[in-house]
Each structure stands twice: as C-alpha cells, then as structure tokens.
C-alpha cells in the first residue's frame, strides 16, 4: 500500500527565506505527484503537476523536484512571503486499481513578516 | 470558468438524520472523488467513481452512499450509521491520468 509522508509536519521562517518542503512515498509505481495548497477552512489549490516521466515543474516562485526511484518530491518556494503561509500537501496519484490519489499530511508553513 | 462547485457551505445534522452533500463539476472530467479530512489525519478516501453509473469504495466508506446519474454530478449522502459525521467534505475531479481538481468543501456539524 502506497504510504506518503511529508516532513517537517511545521515550518515557520523569517519573510525571504526560501521555503524548502519535502515529499516521500513508498512506492515508485506512479502516474504524477501533485503538490497543493490549503487555507484554513478551504479547498485545496493546484500548485504544480509533476508527471511521472518528468524531473521537475516550475511556476514563478515554486519548484517542484521528483525523484522517482528514490521515492522523494521537494517543493521549493524563493523569497517566501506571509502570503504563502498555508498547508501544503503532496499527492501521488498511483497505478493501482482505480488510479487514486494518496496525500501525505501535510506541513503547515508560517512565513513571518 | 470551469470548475467544481460544493453546497452548502456549512451543514448541521441532527443525531439520526441523513444529510446529502452537493458536488457539480463544469470541466467534462470522467472520475469524480469525495474525501473527508479531520484535523490531524489528513484526507481520506470515502468514494470514487470513474465512469457514469459507476462507483467504488474507498477507505472509509461505512456510513456513506453516493450516487453518479450523470456525469457533471456526484452527491455524497452521510446517513445515520455514521457514528462520527463531523468533518470537512472535500470533492474532486480528474480526467485519465491528469492532476485532480478539488471544490471548496462542506463543513458538517452535528448538532
């Protein structure tokens, strides 16, 4: 059974620091891996679509890394802000039956001003 | 836009009532997902379904019941065997292989 572990489960940096959060799974056998955004009380935001055949994603201030073999995904944010303060969460859709996604849980990230 | 859409917002259930949770989707995705998410436990799978008048189980899908007439809609009923309601219901998207796209969720309540 796929298991998906995010560490640290909290993070709390100065304003500019770079953000680094990281992503493990157990089993290589994936289609992609999703990193996401949560704000207190909201739905998830897409942040970045790694597929499996691909190394890693960017999208303005994040970069997002997959280490397939080693089981591993890093999401980088440069410069945080306190806007970025949120929970952010990996999800690694697997090849068994139904095509499920399987989410880690979570690293709550507090940037301070 | 293209989207998910979740109503209500908020719900509140009494003891031994069945509630049902709204999930409309305007983006032609063929699988539809409700996950539950309690603080400290991250998401769980409740529901799945890949096609029309197709679904699955989950992880924890005792207590729950949906149905999939049509494919822009997935309603999630919670019924009275579910002992431990109270959670954020979160409803989701996906076509083949591609990332999921998640709605605003419902917050139930039982009161």
Redesign the interface.
Known sequence: KQEVTQIPAALSVPEGENLVLNCSFTDSAI??L?W?RQDP??????LL?I?SSQREQTSGRLNASLDKSSGRSTLYIAASQPGDSATY?C?V?VKAA????T????TRVLVKP | DGGIT?SPKYLFRKEGQNVTLSCEQNLNHD?M?WYRQDPGQ??R?IY?S?IVNDF?K?DIAEGYSVSREKKESFPLTVTSAQKNPTA?Y?C?S?IS?????????T?LTVV
Do not use: E, I, V
Request: overall charge positive.
């Open positions: 289609y992609n999703q996401f009380g909201k739905g998830l935001t897409s679509l597929q969460l999800a859709r139904g095509n499920k996604l989410f880690g849980g979570g | 979740q699988a997902y991250g998401l799978l799945y890949q699955q989950g954020f979160l989701a996906s292989r591609d990332g999921y796209t998640f709605g605003s969720g917050r």
